[in-house]
């Protein structure tokens, strides 16, 4: 019997994921005993331990309160957003259930992600606005896989508008770099090609279709680059430098929830 006396955190997590037909008792269901080396259900093993989630009645892996990992998903994404007072501002409440269930990665992957402690410190500080329910404010932050996915969910949630991600990438790109080359003479050309020519340019196509790729872009801007200093420029920094490529940020996959199975141990983990 499996889950009878000391069990290894990989056996434990593994007995409580296997579903099926029990050959005991031919009922359908959590299968977390093991008898003869079959999988059966926790009757037909003997097993005192009750693995029914206390408020959906499903038979899974129980965590804190003993509840399944959808229960415990919707808890902990208000939970996440509760602003202090034990409410969540309006204009975030449909976020609750994209947290929980939307998007795309399993329960328990979902779960790790908001346990993650900079995901707590990122919704806490939209559920107290400290940090503002909009794209301006969350380019204020430090560009990672962790701002990118919470924007996805807040479009998904319908708290923020869609945007074109290459558009916004370009955007961003381009601020930071006019302000990098603050008083640097290809500031005004880059200026004038990136947010009068090029940025005009994509905005009209970002209108009609998603853009799909930014590689050209800056390729393009690499070549429309001098390819050597202005006259009476001091620096010897290489003009092309200002029409360097941002470091790619997180695709899409990376910016995925991981699924942590080293930590699935625990029935009682939260
Ligand atoms: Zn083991
Ligand atoms: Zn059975
Ligand atoms: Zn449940």
Redesign the pocket.
Known sequence: MLLEGPICNPCFDAAVRIFGTCPGCGVERLLPGLTAGTAVCRDCAGIARSFT?R??G?EARLYYRK??V??RLDDLAAERLDDGTGTIRPELRPLVPVLARSFKSTPEGRLDWLKRPETRALLHALATGKVGLSHAALDELPATALVDTTRDLLVAAGCLPPIDRTLHRFERWLTTRLTQLQDHPYERVLRQFGTWHHLAKMRTKAAQQPLTTNAQTYASMESSAPSTSAPGSPTKKSPSAAFRKPRSTATTSGSRPRTDRRSAGSSTGR
């Open positions: 989630c408020r959906c499903t509840v399944c959808r229960c």
